[in-house]
Nanobody
Framework: QVQLVESGGGLVQAGGSLTLSCAASGSFFSINAMGWYRQAPGKQRELVATIVSAGSTNYAESVKGRFTISRDNAKNMAYLQMNSLKPEDTAVYFC???????????????WGQGTQVTVSS
């Protein structure tokens, strides 16, 4: 199984920056992809950014040019650098990992518990 622990959330003023971290641990063969999703009050969870093990990334249109996702494959960690934050970025941010398990050799999705990001105007 895989455990994900996020850190780095907090309160920041509009225009500020935050960096979120996600650490994956447990028993798995590899982490194929990692991503960040967010859920604002009263809204559905939405994709923010994803990154695969080879380094290709994908971003929501709303964060392109402001957020950068990266990962350290050796440490099984993912990061989300968030710049030029806006009040509409306020949400709980969740880390997701797609892990290839050792046995059975299957892909499974895992989620972290979430970290709150609040951007004040």
């Amino acid at each position: 199984q895989v455990q994900l622990v996020e850190s780095g959330g907090g309160l920041v003023q509009a225009g500020g920056s935050l960096t979120l971290s996600c650490a994956a641990s447990g028993s798995f063969f590899s982490i194929n992809a990692m991503g960040w999703y967010r859920q604002a009050p009263g809204k559905q969870r939405e994709l923010v950014a994803t990154i695969v093990s080879a380094g290709s990334t994908n971003y929501a249109e709303s964060v392109k040019g402001r957020f950068t996702i990266s990962r350290d494959n050796a440490k099984n960690m993912a990061y989300l650098q968030m710049n030029s934050l806006k009040p509409e970025d306020t949400a709980v941010y969740f880390c997701k990992a797609v892990a290839l398990l050792t046995f059975p050799r299957v892909l499974r999705d895992y989620w972290g518990q979430g970290t709150q990001v609040t951007v004040s105007s």
